[in-house]
């Protein structure tokens, strides 16, 4: 159970100490006062501050390195944060500790389309059924992603194409009247990008992207280990970049957007059109077994040897691999991350989008650019939303917290 006095730093050097703490383990007073140059004497005083504010707290001595041991400082044991990652057909809630180890989470199919009453109310039931799994009343603080733009400052989604009566509405603001928090929200790949950032396999990369293939499309951008959200918030949105002039009409209202080629949705209406005109016969035979199709069934198509079902996946990994490589002569990252639900239609996808990017980009900008595969599965998500909102507790000021 948190501690009655938990609440946020009070100063820039108190953040600097949590998030040093969140992100690197206990520190000593002498490590903390070189780290952040100031003197020892500061740090004890910050540190006893941070003490009575329920966020950090001694926990012994530090190893010897002669002379008087130092004392260790530690973020408090009792802190919870809660991340909520919301996608198109499903959403993933858990609960971290101060330094964002998820201690208990789950995931739950869920439409998007139901509209934000609906989610959000499977979202807060799943959420308080994982707070009562580990003893938890009240997290310190929530962290949200919404699977479209977000206006980070108000809290809001805005005119997002795959969520139909989510424009305007105050999803920062209605979650945390219900659960007694702080609470931020952003768009979903953003999120995945900070959970990659944290605890993925981006840990050691200061600019990279973070590619999600879901229902839509996104982009995550790190610069110089800052997420990049662009002056209104929609940096990264990638999937409503033209590939085709012409083609099929977007969820967004536009024709020939990269999302209407790639997209989960876009993978679920071909191999539908695959189905009925007989080109893909095991498609054909799931359909008629199930009545419905979605991009999953095209990668057991393909795992039963259906070679239109295989061309489907590699279309679908050309587009990305084209917008890929004109980012990459823009943008020069040092690492790409694939990561979203279509990543599980197996090595194809991932094929098709590396031999694309990197034939059409300058070898000088991909010669040391590995593409590769999210690890962290549906716990991203939960981990980049609960450092959103450490981010938010941790600092002083944060003008994206309800």
């Not at 408090?76 to 201690?103: E, H, Q, Y």
């Not at 609906?118 to 580990?134: C, F, N």
């Amino acid at each position: 159970m948190l501690h009655s006095l938990a609440g946020r730093a009070e100063s820039p050097m108190q953040a600097r100490i949590l998030e040093l703490l969140r992100d690197d383990g206990p520190l000593s007073r002498v490590q903390l006062a070189d780290r952040i140059g100031v003197s020892r004497t500061t740090i004890a005083a910050e540190v006893t501050r941070l003490g009575e504010l329920g966020l950090a707290q001694e926990v012994g001595r530090a190893a010897s390195s002669g002379g008087r041991r130092s004392k260790l400082v530690d973020l408090d044991p009792d802190i919870r944060f809660l991340g909520i990652s919301i996608g198109a057909t499903g959403l993933s809630v858990g609960v971290t500790d101060g330094r964002l180890a998820v201690l208990a989470a789950r995931s739950v199919d869920c439409d998007i389309r139901q509209g934000p009453e609906a989610v959000l109310a499977t979202a807060l039931k799943e959420a308080r059924a994982v707070m009562t799994e580990i003893g938890v009343e009240k997290p310190l603080g929530a962290g949200i992603g919404v699977p479209g733009p977000v206006d980070f400052h108000r809290g809001v989604s805005v005119s997002p194409p795959i969520m139909p009566g989510w424009d305007g509405y105050p999803v920062r603001d209605a979650v945390a009247r219900e659960l007694g928090c702080p609470v931020v929200l952003d768009n979903d790949v953003n999120v995945l990008a900070v959970g990659e950032q944290h605890a993925g396999v981006a840990r050691a990369a200061r600019d990279f992207l973070f590619v999600k293939i879901g229902t839509g499309i996104g982009c995550g951008i790190v610069v110089d280990g800052e997420l990049y959200r662009g002056v209104d918030g929609c940096a990264g949105d990638i999937g409503h970049i033209r590939v085709q002039d012409d083609g099929p009409l977007c969820a967004c209202g536009n024709t020939g957007c990269l999302e209407a080629y790639s997209g989960g949705a876009a993978l679920a209406r071909d191999a539908l059109a695959a189905a009925k005109s007989g080109r893909s016969p095991v498609l054909a035979e799931t359909l008629e077994t199930q009545g419905r199709l979605s991009a999953a069934d095209i990668g057991v198509a393909v795992s039963r040897g259906d070679a239109y079902a295989l061309q489907l996946i590699r279309d679908s990994g050309h587009g990305v691999g084209q917008v890929l490589a004109s980012l990459v002569s823009f943008f020069n990252p040092s690492l790409i991350v694939i990561g979203g639900r279509v990543t599980g239609l197996g090595h194809a996808l991932l094929a098709e989008i590396r031999s694309v990017t990197y034939r059409r980009s300058l070898p000088l900008a991909t010669g040391n650019l590995p593409i590769v595969v999210s690890e962290l599965g549906d716990e991203g998500g939960v981990i980049g939303a609960a450092r959103l909102i450490s981010s938010s507790v941790y600092a002083p000021y944060h003008d994206g917290l309800a």
